[in-house]
């Protein structure tokens, strides 16, 4: 298997633009995260879906965010408008079950100028 | 909300030493994971932990559960340039099985 798949994998936008970043989850894993890692929060789960619903988004910073998951092999994060400090690496995992370990994608640089 | 403490924060070792680094929860966690992130890269799962007590080795890697089921440590024997990277441990929670909560990281530099 390909593992997790992520784009871009750098991302270098103007504030108040739109970023999408994608991520598609190695296939046959019913589960998906979305996290964001900084030097300061370290790596923080932002939201995850069970089946392509969306589960727990308490992790979500504010209404900026938003996530989906149209189908089992792909799922977007939206950030509209964005602020530097959205600037992070982006992580996409996913797992087979609630107990099983999540596999990891390269992850998205994004920058917010 | 769930808090990891993982220490070291850095390391600084020569090739061949055997390496210590441990996390602690002030709360229970069903499963302890250890990752290894290289620069530029997503986290690789390294060790997974689902029972208190459990000790597990991966080559050179041995993990362990502690019995409290509030501390998990990682050691790495010999050392390598190659070892070189950031290690995250992850601890799953009682109170939800889809929740991972991570360490701020160790960050082990090996100088050959």
């Known amino acids: 298997d390909a593992g997790v798949i992520q784009s871009p994998r750098h991302e270098v936008t103007e504030m108040g633009q739109e970023v999408t970043l994608r991520c598609k989850p190695i296939?046959?894993?019913?589960?998906l995260f979305w996290y964001r890692q900084t030097m300061m929060r370290g790596l923080e789960l932002l939201i995850y879906?069970?089946?392509?619903?969306?589960?727990?988004d308490s992790g979500m910073p504010e209404d900026r965010f938003s996530a989906k998951m149209p189908n089992a092999s792909f799922s977007t994060l939206k950030i509209q408008p964005s602020e530097p400090r959205d600037s992070a690496v982006y992580f996409c995992a996913s797992s087979l079950g609630p107990r099983e370990t999540q596999y990891f994608g390269p992850g998205t640089r994004l920058l917010v100028l | 909300g769930q808090q990891l403490n993982q220490s070291p924060q850095s390391m600084f070792i020569q090739e061949g030493e055997d390496v210590s680094m441990n996390c602690t929860s002030s709360s229970i966690f069903n499963t302890w994971l250890w990752y290894k992130q290289d620069p530029g890269e997503g986290p690789v799962l390294l060790i997974a932990l689902y029972k208190a007590g459990e000790l597990t080795s991966n080559g050179r890697l041995t993990a362990q559960f502690g019995i409290t089921r509030k501390d998990s440590f990682l050691n790495i024997s010999a050392s390598i340039p190659s070892d070189v990277g950031i290690y995250f441990c992850a601890g799953q929670g009682v109170d939800n099985f889809n929740k991972f909560y991570f360490g701020s990281g160790t960050k082990l530099n090996v100088k050959p």
């Open positions: 879906f069970n089946n392509n619903v969306p589960i727990d």
């Open positions: 296939s046959g894993h019913d589960y």
